[in-house]
């Protein structure tokens, strides 16, 4: 198994978010939806489940655009 987090993130920070999201209960979710959609430089948009994945590895990506392989 590979330890690979993003640079600043650990083990430790990852199951705390996972906690985060698991123990909240539906007002809270709600609550946290309608606060991110009120942030000028957020979008939230739906997206078929079958390209999830190509759009993660885009977003994942979007720091490296423009640079050499």
Do not use: C
């Not at 920070?13 to 959609?37: P, S, T, W």
């Amino acid at each position: 198994m590979s330890n690979n987090f993003p640079k600043g993130w650990n083990e430790k920070r990852v199951r705390d978010v996972l906690a985060h999201y698991e123990n909240q209960n539906e007002d809270r979710q709600f609550a946290e939806i309608e606060a991110a959609q009120e942030l000028d430089d957020t979008i939230m948009m739906a997206i078929p489940v079958k390209l999830a994945q190509e759009v993660r590895a885009l977003i994942a990506s979007d720091g490296k655009r423009g640079q050499s392989p």
